[in-house]
């Protein structure tokens, strides 16, 4: 046991499977909603996940021409980092990637503000679409929310014991 988990009075790991994991990765997503995506290439870029679907797969719009693109056609295999809030919310995924350009599915993760990367609009010529099926990963998240985690750890700094609210573990979808 993990010296901190050890003072931990609570129950604090549970690993997630299937339908489980997949929620979790759409919650902690949906607050983070962007990530570090790093690619084989050892490149580490901010990317915006434009959905999450509901096998758990996550959606990104990209260029054709990205140094991201090339090195996800060399190896599919990505990993993501994100970070919900300051204190809660973290998870990282290992997934493999996939590169498109189905219209139909441009069209549905398409919205004005990525005319700044794709200036002619979602029939832009360079658009392609990243889907990441995770394969495995990890998450830290509080239990009930950080207003209860923060009164928690207030408690538990009074009377000296280990009342953090954590919980943790692997995602396997």
């Given amino acids: 046991m993990d010296s901190i988990n050890r003072n931990q009075p609570e129950q604090n790991h549970a690993d997630l499977a299937g339908a489980d994991a997949i929620k979790r990765i759409k919650d902690m997503v949906d607050e983070a909603k962007s990530c570090f995506f790093e690619s084989s290439g050892a490149d580490v870029r901010p990317m915006s996940v434009l959905d999450v679907d509901d096998a758990g797969n996550l959606w990104f719009l990209s260029a ?11 190896d599919a295999k990505v990993r993501l980092y994100f970070q919900a809030s300051k204190h809660s919310g973290f998870l990282y995924l290992d997934g493999m990637a996939t590169i498109s350009v189905d219209k139909a599915k441009i069209r549905e993760l398409w919205s004005a503000e990525l005319k700044t990367w794709f200036t002619e609009g979602e029939d832009d010529p360079r658009i392609t679409a990243i889907r990441v099926v995770p394969t495995g990963g990890y998450y830290w ?33």
Wanted: net charge neutral; hydrophobic share 40%.
């Fill in 141 to 173: 998240d509080n239990k009930h929310g950080n207003l209860v985690a923060g009164i928690k750890i207030m408690i538990g700094a009074a009377i000296g014991k280990t009342l953090d609210d954590s919980i943790e573990g692997r995602v396997q979808p």
């Fill in 64 to 74: 054709a021409d990205s140094h991201k693109n090339a090195e996800v056609a060399r």
